[in-house]
């Protein structure tokens, strides 16, 4: 993977390039969950420029709770990831939980 972009609150925000950066987000994301982030994969839609991953999370952080569906556009090329970004039913309410 080339590059994940997350646009979310000052925790998770950043420009994250490569396989290692990109699970090293993930393992944040259950770090600061003490481990209650639940990526639920609902579908996915696909051609040969883009993947399309429909999901829904769950999680709890600090008092407040995460119930939420968001999609991850991922683009395509030669066969590889080359940009992945995450879009959230309710970003304002996405970026209260993780701030």
């Known amino acids: ?5 997350r646009n979310a609150a000052v925790a998770l925000s950043g420009t994250y390039r490569g396989r290692d950066a990109t699970f090293a987000l993930f393992q944040r994301e259950f770090q600061l969950t003490d481990g ?3 990526p639920q994969l609902q579908d996915v839609l696909a051609n040969d420029e883009h993947t399309v991953a429909l999901l829904h999370a769950t ?8 119930d ?3 999609v991850i556009v991922f683009s395509i090329r030669d066969g590889q990831i080359t940009e992945a970004r995450g879009l959230w039913s309710d ?8 701030s």
């Open 91 to 98: 970003q304002k309410a996405y970026d209260e939980f993780w």
């Open 36 to 38: 209650t982030y639940r």
């Open 68 to 70: 939420m569906d968001y």
């Open 1 to 5: 993977m080339a590059r994940a972009d």
């Open 59 to 66: 999680a709890s952080r600090e008092g407040k709770e995460l």
